[in-house]
């Protein structure tokens, strides 16, 4: 059962102590006593190791800050390594002892260690202190109502809506339709700056009497400590192997004497608790403090930047770690980042348990390799590493195990700098490519490799290449296998390494070439001709400098003026392909995997038209002859295939490449590469472009910063090169309007990206007394237009004069001060006409970018510092006030480095992940459930869920969740998602608003309006923030609000949403028909049946244009319109007779309850989809022409049986009796048949009534069940039963219309394979 994945409950996995058994993976629980620790109980599993079992209870409340201890069952302490179902008299509800072990000089360091961090009690503060992004939730949600219990759900929901509306807050004036101001930043960020924790002692630093004279140290004395109580007492600890105790020294005199009456205590805390009975009050406190949720306290893999943090002038809290020598002393000894690697990949993957606890050591160890590096970057910039080397031009150096270095710019055929900045990125990707490999694969190493940008250097950062380092081995033969200068070798080792080359090629798409060595002979490469191939001494095959392993894009390739001929170019476009400031443009993977896909569509549909012009499909597959051959090799010779007989692409990463000569026996292949690489670069324009375009409409996820951009484009293959040309294909089309968000975004990217260049040239030559005053001008300088100032260079030379730094001398250079806004703005727009060809430039200032394109300051401000690694002051920016500069030196917090790495997830996590997403796109739920809940188990194991997949996983399983019918869940789910996106991506990340809107909607169906409320309001303020309003998903949030707000600030949000639609997707979108049927609704409940009637009719036309007077929705619209037409007249008819007759009471029919309210958001936010609507329409008219086939069948089959019953003879009287008995069982199993059916057709159609203008579907339809409740497959089939091969034929290709996150999209089934054109979470 082992390879059986656990299935939670949607909830964070908790310890189960209720019962003797766990699931079916073998967890259950024991008993935990000993060491002082107070008993409690433990969830295991019988495949844990007996340290990994101490690794966890080492991380429990009951047990910190203990440490060096073990394990004893019996009176036997249990060996490290053995799994706990092998040890002896192990059983479910079994008793282990904690057992005190002796202390060694690194473990009593680990143990301060421990110590110092519990006392540190970190907080949110904390994380922006370190440049970290917080989770903001909790203080969002602390002062709010108490969640309800799941009994109370029921009661809860039915009159939330009269208890809650006084509870609410009113929306502040900022987020306001039509507001002018935005939102004050400093209600992004909580800011409070002092801690709500007590203190515990005065001081706790290593003592004066330090390090302990060798006589003590022969009787065991570690170290020496010096405390000061908060009663003021003072004292010396000593350190030992048994423990702590306090001894005779003091300040003047050394007696390591043990004092008179001490104890000698294991744990550091139970000494300081019996010196100090004030610390052994506020440390109970501390411990009995509510627990925070796990994905607020484990820490990240990786550090995710806050552009926004608090003042440390007043809020800096003292830590102990320095006066205790922790710093230091634990980090002397630097591990072998490459081995540590390397032995995590090569563990077992033989089951599902081997596969994760090997995925999880690989996170792991990523992880500690990433914080090494960004400790390295800061270490040797700010000049605390000496260089290995004595180059002044190419240095290296060495710190933590981590080589880094900076890469001369000697080449100049690469473009200088950029060049090896692209170099060394690209080198990054590669790595990427080759680490994602799976199988045997995995056998082909790369060296650990990140990047580290930090004060405008960019540092190439590795681990130590083994092979490389070590002394030769004879029996490893230690060297260069493969590369471009290894002549003929023929030895295993080789072959090896070029069977393991052979099948990296094959799947990431490499052709295997030859190409002319240095001394002329042929050399088989399936690589680029950097690539080196070496057998480690630790007999690994590693594979370096993969920078060029993809193919060249030749659309920045200009080559005897041979290019790529485009769509746009032929009707006189701008030119490609043209020159780029370096010469390292290569195309991206994902645009090489959607290219291949590309040329399988046109070699299907050749081999198809071949086909028909052969006589038909049929008769050439069945025929057996020469002509389906053909069909297939003309399709792959006009495809380009790299065979005749299959369809295979396959590219070559030389061609293109300066300097590279290949055989005379290549030459119709190379000219083969150079047809499909333009043809590549042709796709990009022509095909990729605008089908980015098309996802930023109709796609649910619409990019609202420049990260999403990114990722937007390059999940197309789109680089980022290519944003000039995206401008332009905007404005030449006719969606120029619906994109004006996307021109935003790119022309704020042009801007920040050409920005950043100058900015990293500009800061290496400040010295660091001057750096923040150095960042504020250049800010200043970018977002003040005509920005100027002398006095702002001048300032940092008197502070630096009155630190005593010699302000003014030779190497305080303040040249920085002179660069201006105009001057800067200047190089920029030069920057962008170079990089990037735009047409129109980017105007003579920001200003510029503001008017005509609606950008925002802050929004600049906050991409900018996200790119450099910048730390702004939470405080109010007013970028109006020329005379005075907005950004100060003190503004400036910090520097740190932004680090790009490998991304590591596991396999079987996004197995089932996918899985479920397909299922989901079926319409099947209760699997989609099911195997959401297993892949969200399996990301906990390996990521505790701090991953973005992890989040997204997650947050798909609450969207399922809520429409099964499990708001509790629901919710609970989605409170970890928020808390998982704001520390993984960022407290301001577009996926963080998103989530907070999900969140806000299942905390209304749970009856929690108010907070409901305050999340729509955070996700409003942080939309303002980091995009605007002009927007798409504002659209959304302000939706959102008018159905959750009351009166006529539900009419202003609901009137903002529909002008926001309607100026994005157009008057005629069904977003827009809900939204109108939505202000409908709320007109009649003013009161206003005339205009709620207007509205209805333009909403009910669009329905009908869209869906035609037979589909459902259209129905309904006609229904309520109906509705309102009488209610309007019943009320003018009461006017006119003096109101006799007029009721205050509304209509059952025109008051909108709270599930449709609820189910109302759910369409709004994407959760819902009105595909279910057509789809039950269909099954029910299928039904009825089953139904009516029966009937007549039935008739027929009656008809029959009189006419035989009539011409029998009399004397045949037993037999006749027999058929008549037969045929009245016939008749009866007819009937029964017959009646089963109509009462399926009843249940369908009385489900089917039940569907509104609003696509409500009844709580079992959410659950994606149709009429039966088999789900949709037995219901299919139930269907089917009785009807045509034809109609069968139809039933299975429905094409279903549905709203995603406000979007329409076509969804086809058939054969179970979906056809998305939507992507979903």
């Keep these: 059962m082992r390879d059986t994945a656990k299935k939670g409950n949607g909830e964070k996995r908790t310890v189960d102590v209720s019962g003797s058994k766990s699931d079916d993976d073998g967890s259950f629980p024991v008993k935990i006593q000993g060491a002082g620790v ?8 019988g495949f844990w190791l007996v340290q990994d079992t101490i690794m966890s209870l080492l991380g429990r409340e009951e047990v910190a800050p203990r440490t060096s201890l073990a394990l004893a069952l019996s009176g036997v302490t249990l060996d490290l390594l053995a799994e706990l179902r092998d040890v002896k008299g192990f059983k479910a509800g079994v008793t282990l002892r904690l057992v005190e072990e002796p202390y060694s000089p690194r473990s009593a360091q680990a143990h301060l260690g ?9 907080g949110p503060q904390d994380a922006l202190m370190e440049g970290r992004s917080p989770s903001v939730l909790h203080t969002l949600t602390q002062t709010s109502e108490a969640p309800p219990t799941p009994q109370s759900f029921k009661n809860k929901r039915a009159n939330s809506k009269a208890e809650q509306s006084a509870e609410a807050p009113p929306p502040p004036a900022y987020i306001q339709p039509g507001a002018s101001e935005l939102p004050p930043l400093t209600t992004l960020l909580p800011n409070n700056t002092h801690s709500d924790h007590p203190s515990y002692l005065l001081d706790l630093s ?31 600890i000593t350190s030992s192997p048994r423990g702590f105790y306090v001894n005779r020294s003091t300040l003047d005199v050394f007696d390591p004497r043990p004092a008179a009456s001490t104890p000698v205590c294991h744990c550091l805390t139970d000494l300081l608790s019996h010196l100090s009975p004030q610390f052994k009050h506020n440390l109970g406190a501390l411990k009995h403090r509510p627990s925070l949720p796990a994905e607020e306290t484990l820490s990240t893999p990786a550090r995710t930047l806050s552009w926004l943090g608090i003042s440390s002038i007043h809020s800096h809290k003292s830590s102990f770690s320095g006066r205790l020598g922790l710093d230091q002393e634990l980090n002397t000894q630097a591990p072998d980042w490459n081995k540590e690697i390397q032995a995590a990949r090569d563990l077992p993957q033989r089951s599902l348990e081997e596969r994760l606890q090997r995925d999880r050591a690989l996170l792991q160890v990523n992880s500690a390799f990433i914080s090494a590096v960004t400790q390295a970057a800061e270490k040797v910039i700010d000049g605390l590493v000496d260089p290995l080397n004595d180059s002044r031009e190419e240095p290296a150096f060495l710190w933590g195990g981590v080589f880094m270095s900076v890469p001369a710019h000697g080449e100049e055929w690469l473009g200088g700098e950029r060049g090896h900045r692209a170099a060394q990125r690209l080198e990054l990707q590669g790595v990427q490519c080759y680490s994602d490999l799976e199988g045997d694969l995995q056998n082909l190493h790369t060296i650990p490799t990140a990047l580290a940008d930090y004060r405008g250097v960019r540092l190439s950062a590795q681990a130590l290449a083994p092979g490389l380092q070590g002394p030769e081995q004879a029996e490893v033969p230690n060297g260069q296998l493969y590369g471009f200068s290894v002549g003929p070798l023929e030895n295993p080792a080789r072959r090896k390494l070029l069977e393991l080359l052979a099948q990296s090629a094959k799947a990431l798409a490499l052709q295997r070439h030859a190409v002319l060595g240095p001394t002329g002979h042929q050399l088989p490469l399936f690589t680029s001709v950097d690539a080196q191939g070496i057998l480690g001494a630790d007999g690994r095959y590693y594979l370096l400098d993969v920078y060029r392993i993809m193919p060249a894009d030749t659309n920045f390739l200009v080559e005897d003026g041979d290019g790529v001929e485009t769509e746009q170019e032929a009707a006189g476009g701008d030119g490609f392909p043209r020159r780029y400031p370096h010469a390292l443009c290569r195309l991206r993977p994902e645009l090489v995997k959607a290219f291949i896909q590309h040329k399988h569509d046109q070699f299907s549909a050749g081999v198809k038209a071949r086909m028909e012009e052969s006589g038909g499909v049929e008769e050439c597959i069945n025929a057996c002859d020469s002509r389906s051959t053909d069909a297939v090799r003309g399709a792959c010779k006009d495809v380009g295939s790299v065979s005749d007989i299959i369809f295979e692409m396959r590219f070559n990463p ?87 968000h996307i021109t935003r975004l790119v022309f704020t990217e042009i801007a920040v990206r050409c920005a950043q260049r100058i900015f990293n040239g500009y800061i290496q030559g400040v010295e660091t007394s001057n750096m923040s005053a150095a960042v504020s001008h250049f800010l200043c300088c970018l977002l003040v237009p005509h920005f100027s100032s002398t006095s702002i260079g001048e300032e940092p030379k008197k502070r630096s004069r009155r630190r005593g730094r010699g302000g003014g001398g030779a190497t305080d250079s303040t040249s920085w001060s002179s660069l201006s806004g105009n001057e800067l703005w200047s190089l920029i727009c030069q920057d962008a006409q170079e990089t990037y060809r735009l047409k129109e430039g980017l105007g003579s200032n920001v200003d510029h970018l503001v008017e005509h394109y609606g950008l925002q300051k802050i929004s600049l401000l906050r991409e900018m510092c996200l790119k450099t690694g910048i730390q702004l002051r939470l405080k109010e920016y007013t970028f109006d006030n020329r005379n005075k500069p907005p950004i100060s030196y003190d503004d400036v917090l910090n520097i740190l480095p932004v680090i790009k790495h490998v991304t590591l997830t596991t396999a079987d996590a996004t197995k089932k992940f996918q899985a479920a997403q397909s299922n989901l796109q079926k319409g099947l739920l209760e699997q989609a ?54 520390r993984v991506l960022g407290f301001d990340h577009p996926n963080t608003i998103r989530q907070y809107v999900l969140l806000a909607v299942y905390l209304f169906a749970g009856g929690e309006t108010a907070l409901a409320q305050r999340c729509l309001y955070r996700a409003k303020v942080l939309l303002l923030t980091v995009h605007g309003g002009d927007h798409p998903y ?15 600030q539900s009419h202003q949000y609901l009137q903002s949403a529909l002008k926001i639609t309607s100026s994005f997707k157009g008057d005629t979108d069904l977003t827009a028909a809900l939204i109108l049927h939505l202000l409908a609704q709320r007109l009649c409940v003013s009161g206003d049946y005339r205009g709620g009637m207007n509205l209805e009719k333009q909403a009910h036309s669009i329905f009908q244009n869209k869906w035609g007077e037979d589909h459902p929705q259209t129905k309904c619209s006609s229904e309520f319109l109906k509705n309102i037409t009488q209610q309007a007249v019943r009320v003018e008819r009461s006017i006119r007779q003096g109101g006799v007759e007029l009721c205050d009471a509304l209509p059952e029919s025109l008051t909108p309850s709270l599930d449709t309210t609820l189910e109302q958001l759910a369409l709004v936010n994407g959760i819902l989809k009105t595909s279910y609507i057509t789809r039950i329409m269909e099954f029910k008219e299928m039904l009825k022409e089953k139904k009516a086939a029966e009937e007549a069948e039935k008739a027929k089959s009656q008809s029959t049986n009189e006419k035989e019953a009539s011409g029998l003879q009399a004397n045949d009287g037993e037999a006749t009796g027999d058929e008549k008995t037969n045929g009245e069982q016939a ?13 399926k057709t009843d249940a369908v159609e009385k489900k089917s009534d039940q569907v509104n203008v609003n696509g409500e579907i009844a709580s079992h339809q959410h659950n994606g069940d149709c009429p039966t409740n088999n789900g949709e497959e037995e219901c299919r089939s139930d269907i ?15 094409t279903m219309s549905a709203v995603v996150n406000g979007n329409e999209c076509d969804v086809s089934e058939g054969s179970g394979d979906v056809k998305k054109q939507v992507e979903t979470e």
């Design 206 to 236: 290593l003592s004066c009497w330090n390090p302990p004279p060798g006589f003590r140290k022969l009787q065991g004395d570690y170290m020496y400590i010096s405390v000061h109580t908060l009663e003021g007492k003072q004292c010396d």
């Design 1034 to 1048: 504002t659209a959304v949030i302000d939706a959102s609000l008018g159905l959750i707000l009351q009166g006529e």
């Design 38 to 45: 107070d008993a409690f109980e433990l969830q295991v599993n």
């Design 114 to 122: 421990r110590v110092q961090e519990m006392l540190r009690a970190a």
């Design 1280 to 1294: 089917t039963n009785g009807v045509s091969t034809k109609s069968q034929s139809k039933l299975n290709n429905i």
């Design 654 to 740: 030389n061609v293109f490449s300066p300097g590279v000569k290949f055989p005379d026996s290549e030459r119709d292949a190379v000219a083969l590469q150079k047809r499909l690489l333009k043809e590549a670069a042709s796709f990009i324009i022509n095909v990729q472009i605008p089908a980015f375009m098309n996802d930023c409409i109709q796609g649910p996820d619409v990019p609202m910063d420049g990260a999403t951009l990114r990722q937007a484009l390059h999940q197309k293959g789109i680089n980022l090169r290519y944003l000039g040309r995206v401008i332009l294909t905007i404005n030449q089309s006719d969606l120029k309007n619906q994109l004006r």
């Design 1227 to 1239: 008749q009866e199993a007819t009937e029964e048949n017959a009646e089963s059916e109509r009462a």
């Design 929 to 982: 459930y099911e195997k959401l809940k297993e892949a969200s188990y399996l990301f906990g194991r390996v990521c505790d869920d701090l991953h973005p997949e992890a989040c997204h996983c997650l947050s798909l399983l609450a969207k399922v969740a809520y429409l099964q019918g499990r708001p509790a869940e629901a919710r609970s789910v989605q409170l970890r998602v928020v808390v998982i996106s704001e």
